[in-house]
């Protein structure tokens, strides 16, 4: 295909969005699949080469925790999808954590992850704040899990469950986890 087929099209699809649908409906699975992978890969270029990714993780370490210490829920900051996380500790074997999981993955393991920076906290507790820097990936799943480690046994109390939907980041469950839950 030409350079100006591709140009109209692309033409085509940023004035009729329905026209993506059609066009992916016309599509084999394999075909479907791969226009899915280079569009992923595409998003995940222009965030790495847009964005100043040093001003958006000092302003999240700055508004990005509670009072608590621990993260609060992640957020959107164009081109980018900001995951704070965090651990606070009296002492090894009592802590308090919040973590976001992307895919089913820490969000330290992610394919995904651009770039994570972390600070240990200093003063008289013990742990660290860390911030992960996403691409926005439509249909992307996020479980922001928070837990407690008492005598050495973790716990989980709490996960929430967003989504990337249409360039936003929608919270589609949360979970109280009883103390009988999962560990």
Known sequence: MSQRQLRNLARLLAEAPATANALAAMLSDASLADLGAAIRDETTRRARASGDQDAILEAAFARGF???????????????LVCPGGLVAKNRANHRCQ??????RWVWESNDLIREDKRSLGAADEGFRAVALLPIVEGMALDVVRARMQRGVHSVERVTSLVVHAGRLVEVERREVSARGVR
Do not use: T, Y
């Open 99 to 104: 973590f976001v999981s992307v895919d089913e």
């Open 66 to 80: 509670a009072r608590d210490g621990l993260g609060v829920q992640p957020w959107i900051e164009a081109p980018f």
